[in-house]
């Protein structure tokens, strides 16, 4: 099992642009969610999913978007780029365990 | 508010020594759980240990053990034994209550532990 992925692993961004991360699993979880990290601090939750076609907002979720198709994908669509969104995301997913699964980032950055 | 709270920004420790790395928490629910995740240099999230609020043991796996005061709201992650490749950051997590809060983790912003030979 490849468990969770994530692509692009980097990009650098202009202000104003769009891009999707990608993030898949394999592992057959219900529950997905996307965390950003910054400098020296700790992950902040932006958006979750139950599972598909059921997304909700976590706790920094402005300039962002999901959606959630397929019980395998969960991309995090970023529109119009700010230097605040500079960040490492990652991608998470979870059995019935409460142990999450992470991906191994993207490192992202808005100039 | 819920939250998690580690004082040590860095620890150092030496080869084959233990180490306690702390961490508290604060929520007024009664069914919560506690993870402690480390990040090495390369960057990605390792998940090391949980602890359920109604777990009685401490929960222990391989040489981290998380030492679980219900009373003083603390969850100190302990690892026995230290070696060159502990040296990471270490973030404790929890989950709050059964409802929808249950699926989110917060992070503490973490403590960089440095194990000298």
């Known amino acids: 099992n490849a468990g969770v992925t994530q692509t692009p692993k980097f990009r650098i961004l202009k202000i104003g642009q769009s891009m999707t991360l990608q993030c898949t699993q394999d592992m057959n979880h219900n529950y997905m969610y996307w965390y950003r990290q910054d400098p020296g601090m700790g992950l902040k939750l932006i958006y979750y999913s139950v599972g598909a076609g059921i997304t909700d907002k976590g706790e920094v979720p402005n300039g962002y978007n999901v959606s959630r198709s397929t019980t395998e994908d969960f991309p995090l669509r970023l529109e119009l780029a700010a230097p605040s969104q500079t960040s490492v995301y990652f991608c998470?997913?979870?059995?019935?365990?409460?142990?999450?699964?992470f991906g191994p980032g993207t490192r992202l950055t808005v100039t | 508010a819920q939250k998690i709270t580690q004082t040590q920004p860095g620890m150092f420790v030496q080869e084959k020594e233990a180490v306690t790395l702390d961490c508290t928490y604060d929520t007024s629910d009664q069914s919560y759980g506690l993870f402690w995740y480390k990040q090495p240099s390369s960057g990605e999230m390792i998940f090391l240990i949980y602890?359920?609020?109604?777990d009685e043991q401490n929960a222990t796996e391989g040489r981290y053990s998380l030492n679980f005061q219900k009373a003083r709201k603390s969850a100190n992650l302990v690892i026995s034994a230290s070696q060159l490749g502990d040296s990471a950051m270490y973030f404790c997590a929890a989950r709050w209550g059964l409802g929808a809060g249950s699926y989110q983790l917060t992070f503490g912003k973490g403590t960089k532990l440095s194990v000298i030979p």
């Open positions: 998470a997913s979870r059995s019935d365990s409460y142990e999450q699964y």
């Open positions: 602890q359920g609020s109604y």
